[in-house]
C-alpha cells in the first residue's frame, strides 16, 4: 500500500506558478511511476506529467513547456512546478503511484487560476 498526499494548490492569477508537492508513504517511493493528473468539472481525468523510476518524462502536450515534474526518492517526494498558469489550468490535481498491476492515487489538490 502506498498513501498518497498533495498540497501546494490555491488560487493564482494568470501568468502566475505553483508548486505542488506529493508525499508518499507506506512503500518504497522509488519503485513507482509517479503522475500528476488533473479533473476540471464537467470533464474526465486527464494524465499532466508522469516521471518513471529513471526519471524519464513525459508530459501532455497542454502544459509542455510550462509544467516540470521532478522527484526526490530521498524525501519520498514528487514535485509539479507549474508556470505560466492559465485559466484553462483550473482542476482538481491528483498524485498517482503505478507499478504493473497496483495504482495508488491521494485526495486531489485544487488549483484555481483566476483573476
Known amino acids: 500500500q502506498v498513501q498518497l498526499v498533495e498540497s501546494g494548490g490555491g488560487l493564482v492569477q494568470p501568468g502566475g506558478s505553483l508548486r505542488l508537492s506529493c508525499a508518499a508513504s507506506g512503500s518504497i517511493f522509488s519503485i513507482y511511476t509517479m503522475g500528476w493528473y488533473r479533473q476540471a468539472p464537467g470533464k474526465q481525468r486527464e494524465l499532466v506529467a508522469a516521471?518513471?523510476?529513471?526519471?524519464?518524462?513525459n508530459y501532455s502536450n497542454s502544459v509542455k513547456g510550462r509544467f516540470t515534474i521532478s522527484r526526490d526518492n530521498a524525501k519520498n517526494t514528487v514535485y509539479l512546478q507549474m508556470n505560466s498558469l492559465k485559466p484553462e489550468d483550473t482542476a482538481v490535481y491528483y498524485c498517482?503511484?503505478?507499478?504493473?498491476?497496483?495504482?495508488?492515487w491521494g485526495q486531489g489538490t485544487q488549483v484555481t487560476v483566476s483573476s
Open positions: 498517482n503511484a503505478k507499478r504493473i498491476l497496483q495504482s495508488y
Open positions: 516521471i518513471t523510476t529513471g526519471g524519464n518524462t
